[in-house]
């Protein structure tokens, strides 16, 4: 069978499989100064999961960027079971971005949900090389690890604290300001793999209107930007997924970042 029929393959099998984003859910993007906000991991798929807990044993880095500066939030996250949120008390008026990154996980997939996997988020690239190193039939062995954030808004005018580069090794950076886009902007994002731009990378945004999903998809330019035309208000997410080769790692082939950004458009 040729790379094509794996390819098709892969579309058909890939929705119910791995599409699992990972981000960043406060109870609201929007709050009055020095109230406080409490912040949630999810997992899921359509941009709707469950509670995963913050706990040592997961979290690599938690760190908060304002106007003020930055702080270390790891402290804050305890050992297992964890806690389901974070409550953070956001003093200063304007715009915070809070970012996360996971411990690095392994897993191995039989061949055939690791080519549907590939195929849903856009790493066709890794398919082809597969399929030129006779791998097709090998199991897929990865390493990967989740880089999040969103971006909350204290009282009522955001600032230049979006366009921060966390130093995230998968990095979603906004190119103008998403909180001051009212619905129905066309919104750009600047996407950066160890701080340089990533070309041709698959991004995807979503959106929750009423009971209906829309998910937009689009890729990077040579610039590393995309844009979507967000058409509705509240939350969105930016989301990406990122798969190179691993070197001399016993058991594990591929290394894959996840990135997302989570914030709500003004009406």
């Not at 790379?3 to 579309?11: A, C, S």
């Not at 599409?19 to 960043?24: F, G, K, M, Q, S």
């Not at 993007?29 to 941009?47: S, T």
């Not at 996407?191 to 998809?217: N, Y």
Request: glycine content about 8%; charged content about 15%; hydrophobic content about 50%.
């Amino acid at each position: 069978m040729n790379l094509r029929f794996y390819l098709l393959l892969g579309l058909v099998l890939a929705a119910p499989l791995l599409a699992h984003e990972c981000w960043l859910e406060p109870d609201a993007f929007a709050v009055a100064p020095g109230a406080p906000v409490h912040l949630g991991l999810r997992v899921g798929e359509n941009f709707s999961g469950e509670v995963r807990p913050f706990r040592t044993d997961r979290a690599a880095a938690l760190r908060h960027f304002s106007a003020a500066g930055t702080g270390d939030l790891l402290a804050q996250v305890p050992a297992a079971p964890g806690i389901d949120s974070l409550a953070l008390g956001l003093a200063t008026p304007g715009t915070h971005l809070l970012a996360y990154d996971s411990q690095p996980s392994t897993i191995t997939l039989p061949p055939d949900k690791f080519l549907a996997y590939l195929t849903e988020d856009g790493l066709e690239h890794v398919a082809v090389s597969r399929h030129a190193a006779g791998q097709d039939q090998l199991p897929g062995r990865e390493r990967y690890q989740r880089f999040v954030k969103t971006l909350v808004l204290a009282g009522d005018k955001s600032d230049a604290t979006f366009a921060i580069h966390t130093g995230q090794r998968l990095e979603i950076v906004p190119v103008t300001d998403p909180l001051a886009a009212p619905a129905g902007s066309r919104v750009a994002f600047t996407i950066l793999f160890k701080g340089q731009p990533l070309a041709g990378a698959t991004v995807r945004a979503w959106h929750h209107a009423g009971v209906k999903l829309v998910e937009l998809k689009a890729q990077t330019d040579s610039a590393g930007v995309v844009a979507f035309d967000l058409a509705a208000a509240g939350p969105w997410m930016i989301s990406l997924v990122h798969m190179v080769p691993l070197k001399d790692v016993p058991g594990l082939d591929w290394e894959s970042s996840w990135a997302s950004l989570t914030f709500a458009l003004a009406p």
